[in-house]
């Protein structure tokens, strides 16, 4: 039975005794939602998107193989059976913890109960600049400028006739040796060695350079030190070439530097760093370097019991190591917190969050991956397989498995992929870039030896 | 055999003696190029896009029924065992027939036949400031810009608390009755009154209006009179207020005026008006009132015998009526002049070109459609499977179609739609439209009684 009586099919928002705000539907802010079902409340849920993204999946977004759809899903339609939640599209610039609102672009929100599940956005290290020269990858719209930059760069090295010019162009620099990097890097010489490798007329896209850059002396520096040999010889079996130890310390529109090193190259991903959402520094307490929240062993701030910080902007040390920022430590926080918040609306206290790590994993390319599993240190076709079951398994929505996993089949069977579309800025000029930059003045006179 | 000899893979388009220049890889442009598979011959094919587009599916994509990518393909995959075929992904900016160069923004193609299929864009009947409200549907941009703005208008509406306002946001007017018009039309009320019906808190997706306003008497004008009556009535059944013989004479961001009435609404489609590629101008040619180019019966123009014209940009009489800028006619158009190329390079004449009118359809909603093949007339259901069939038929790749079929399978039996994202304006306002229009400034404070 719901507190608003049996036949309204939506509580009355402006009278709810109990308004519980989420602001994110990402993987927190989502476990958060679907734990307050039952709750005898009115969720108000807030996020800039209409949809919630299967982060790990991005990057096969980014490099042509799934739609956007395919990972994304209606934030309305995963919890359209919740009749005690609303959903806004809306921009919050603050929270007021004293008033107990949500300050929005537009309005606000009040609540009793908050949980704040923003996440995270690229950090360029004090370097904004770079941001133009050198996209992540956090959201869709980041994901379709990364897919259009590299199908670009093959079809500008196509027109080329500049032999120097054209190695630049079939030039991939990733910034960044975590799980995205690695991920990014591999696939794309997947794409260059397979997808593209016989579609072009003046050019092998199966030449095509790519350089992974880390700062720390291995890549994956996260997971076992085998496991980042292992992945680091499996970059390598691809093509790609694994640079460590090494910070980048300029980069523009034409290549990246290392020290005194210049890499020429019209594509540079970025996959660095990260920087908690500027949200955390609206509610007046402690913030860690990365600008996370240092939140109480329940997950709510200072001062504040019914403020809760899940995911990414959350800070909270376990065994002297910091809670990781990966998508399973976001879910269970936002599992815990809804529960503690039934127990808060129950007159009972709140629990304390402990995080179970049940492994992970990260993906190289066809075939190629590395996990680990309490002891288990697995690599190869093996890891690869567990890789992909996993990711099927949590992927949100039957469609969307159905799709995902048809078009991997056919994309392993075909070596094609299916969404090699290039899109956007419609109006602008074809490429990106330095504007005193131009596609080859004439077109191809001269075909490449056979 | 071919002219360059038994090794080499690609032939030398600088020394090619027969050099084919195809602007545009729409149907009329693909026809060709496939048909010039065998030519002994450089074929230079020049697009703005590296996909071809299936646009008679384009609706759907607007309607976040499909992905972009399962109704284009790569140009480059599509023809990619032609050997004798360079895909250059360029802007053209005019012709010159004389010294038989293609101008590019950036270089120059020079040819000596050329097969110019660059097709139709917008027309606003001298009111391109019309443009900004109602955009038109001819890009994978403009299909994701009108399925940002409807899913938009629904959310919007859902934190409006104005009641007057908020029935604005739910008002859709489509302007024109064309297979487009209709197609939108149609599929805007499914989307209304199944996908969304139950996932919104404060509104009833279910009562937006979608208007269509057609200048002629009648909807589907290209079609036999009792099948616009039919349409007319099947788009009635669906919810649609069906206008005829109405001219808009403004249109702003907040609706649009038809002589004196003015209907609010915050979403304006249009579906009225097709112009001929500017590029037409440049050939020198007598051209008619729509801008399309005065062919020759074998398609090429006076005084040029080797330049040909197919598809939208084309007009040719037959038996007293102009061929239809319809995806068959262009693809008959660019066979035929495959054709024709075929026989110049053999030393024989050309031929002149018929259309064969093996039918017309188009669809209206779920279960409603109308058709006519031959004398045969067919309206609901049974015209809307033939729909299906012929267009899954039709679709370019196996991959696409296997990805069409399941996806309209889940759509029919779920009522759900798949690619419900809205993305772009990443960095814009949430909201388009007049600057001074703000998202509602409260949330939500009464819900709907039930």
Redesign the interface.
């Known amino acids: 039975m719901s507190i608003w009586g049996g036949?309204?099919?939506?509580?009355?928002?402006?009278e709810c005794p109990n308004r519980i705000a989420v602001i994110g539907a990402g993987f927190g802010g989502l476990a958060a939602i679907q734990g307050l079902k039952k709750a005898p409340a009115c969720v108000?849920v807030i996020d800039?998107?209409?949809?919630h993204l299967f982060q790990p999946l991005l990057y096969q977004v980014a490099t042509a193989s799934l739609?956007?759809?395919?990972i994304?899903a209606?934030i309305?339609?995963v919890v359209?059976s919740q009749?005690n939640?609303?959903?806004?599209?809306?921009?919050v610039t603050a929270i007021d913890v004293d008033r107990r609102v949500v300050v929005?672009?537009?309005?606000?929100?009040p609540y009793h109960y908050l949980v704040l599940a923003a996440g995270a956005t690229h950090s360029y290290f004090g370097h904004p600049e770079w941001e133009e020269h050198a996209p992540g990858l956090k959201?869709?719209?980041d994901a379709?400028e990364i897919r259009r930059r590299v199908?670009?760069a093959f079809?500008?090295a196509?027109?080329e006739t500049d032999e120097a010019l054209r190695q630049e162009w079939l030039t991939f620099v990733l910034v960044g040796g975590g799980p995205t990097g690695v991920e990014l890097a591999g696939t794309l010489r997947d794409v260059a060695r397979m997808t593209?490798a016989?579609?072009?007329?003046?050019i092998d896209p199966s030449t095509a350079r790519v350089i992974l850059i880390e700062g720390s002396p291995r890549v994956l520096a996260a997971y076992d030190p085998k496991l980042s040999e292992s992945a680091k010889r499996q970059l390598e079996d691809l093509g790609v070439e694994v640079r460590t130890g090494l910070h980048v310390t300029h980069i523009d529109g034409c290549g990246v530097m290392i020290g005194d090193e210049r890499i020429p190259a019209r594509t540079v991903l970025w996959a660095a760093g990260v920087a908690a959402s500027p949200l955390g520094k609206t509610l007046g307490v402690p913030l860690d370097r990365a600008g996370r929240i240092m939140v109480q062993p329940d997950l709510s701030i200072p001062g504040h019991p019914e403020v809760f910080v899940v995911g990414d902007l959350a800070h909270l040390d376990q065994d002297g190591q910091p809670i990781p920022g990966v998508a399973p430590a976001a879910t269970q926080m936002g599992k815990h917190t809804a529960k503690n918040i039934l127990r808060a609306l129950a007159g009972k206290p709140s629990l304390p969050f402990r995080y179970v790590d049940k492994g992970s994993m990260a993906t190289i390319g066809r075939g190629a991956a590395v996990a680990q599993v309490g002891r288990l240190r697995i690599s190869g076709r093996l890891a690869w397989l567990m890789w992909l079951f996993v990711h099927i398994l949590f992927l949100v929505g039957f469609?969307?498995r159905?799709?995902v996993i048809?078009?991997w089949a056919?994309s392993y069977l075909?070596y094609?992929r299916?969404?090699?579309?290039?899109?956007?800025r419609?109006e602008g000029p074809?490429v990106h870039g330095l504007t005193d930059e131009?596609?080859?003045?004439?077109?191809?006179?001269?075909?490449?030896p056979?």
């Open positions: 036949k309204a099919r939506r509580p009355n928002w402006g108000s800039r998107q209409n949809h739609n956007p759809s395919d994304a209606p309305r339609r359209r009749t939640t609303e959903i806004l599209l809306a921009d929005l672009a537009d309005g606000e929100v959201s869709v719209v379709l199908l670009l079809e500008v196509e027109r593209l016989k579609d072009f007329a003046h469609r969307n159905m799709l048809i078009q056919w075909s094609d299916g969404a090699r579309l290039i899109t956007g419609a074809l131009r596609l080859p003045a004439t077109t191809q006179a001269e075909a490449i056979s």
